[in-house]
């Protein structure tokens, strides 16, 4: 359960690549999706050919997708255009979601590998989509892109104070 304090999740996993997508569900998609990543695309710059390891970080504003090493901000993703998430049943240590781009009519399908946390991690997704509409019917919706800034921006000031302590630490 998600609170004030405390809302947001973050996990360390393997960042398989986004595709486009035709249709926003269906673990149909997810497959096809997983097929198209595994045929490299020279053309492509969002096929990954290595998987490289990623913080997911999930809160009731959506997912975010940031570099390990860098926190560098790869991906974000509102809650409210998330469309569909599953693990695939013939590789239960793949897991995707369907979410649509808020700019254009498309469809993207970010696929992730986590061999302890798959199941889990779609089950936390679920909840915090069945959260963020009950709050979003509630509150009458509140501007998501301004909800993800300030999301990111607590991210960011936590990470702040926890390199300054770092630093003190050091120099005593």
């Given at each position: 359960?998600?609170?004030?304090?405390?809302?947001?999740?973050?996990?360390t996993?393997?960042?398989?690549?986004?595709?486009?997508?035709?249709?926003?569900?269906?673990?149909?998609?997810?497959?096809?999706?997983?097929?198209?990543?595994?045929?490299?695309?020279?053309?492509?710059?969002?096929?990954?050919?290595?998987?490289?390891?990623?913080?997911?970080?999930?809160?009731?504003?959506?997912?975010?997708?940031?570099?390990?090493?860098?926190?560098?901000?790869?991906?974000?993703?509102?809650?409210?255009?998330?469309?569909?998430?599953?693990?695939?049943?013939?590789f239960?240590?793949?897991?995707?979601?369907v979410?649509?781009?808020?700019?254009?009519n498309?469809?993207?399908?970010?696929?992730?590998?986590?061999?302890?946390?798959?199941?889990?991690?779609?089950?936390?997704?679920?909840d915090?989509?069945?959260?963020?509409?009950?709050?979003?019917?509630?509150?009458?919706?509140?501007?998501?892109?301004?909800?993800?800034?300030?999301?990111?921006?607590?991210?960011?000031?936590?990470?702040?104070?926890e390199?300054?302590?770092?630093?003190?630490?050091?120099?005593?």
């Open positions: 359960m998600f609170s004030d304090e405390d809302s947001e999740i973050s996990f996993v393997k960042f398989l690549g986004r595709v486009e997508v035709v249709c926003p569900d269906g673990l149909q998609m997810l497959e096809e999706a997983l097929e198209s990543l595994k045929t490299p695309d020279t053309y492509s710059t969002e096929k990954k050919g290595k998987k490289s390891k990623v913080y997911l970080f999930l809160s009731l504003s959506g997912l975010d997708i940031l570099e390990y090493k860098t926190k560098f901000l790869l991906y974000s993703c509102p809650l409210s255009t998330v469309s569909f998430c599953a693990v695939l049943p013939t239960p240590e793949v897991f995707g979601f979410a649509r781009h808020p700019a254009a498309t469809y993207h399908c970010y696929m992730f590998q986590s061999k302890k946390f798959s199941h889990v991690l779609v089950s936390v997704i679920g915090a989509f069945q959260i963020s509409k009950r709050e979003e019917s509630v509150r009458g919706g509140r501007d998501l892109i301004v909800e993800s800034l300030r999301h990111k921006n607590k991210v960011l000031q936590k990470e702040n104070a390199l300054k302590k770092k630093l003190t630490g050091q120099t005593n």
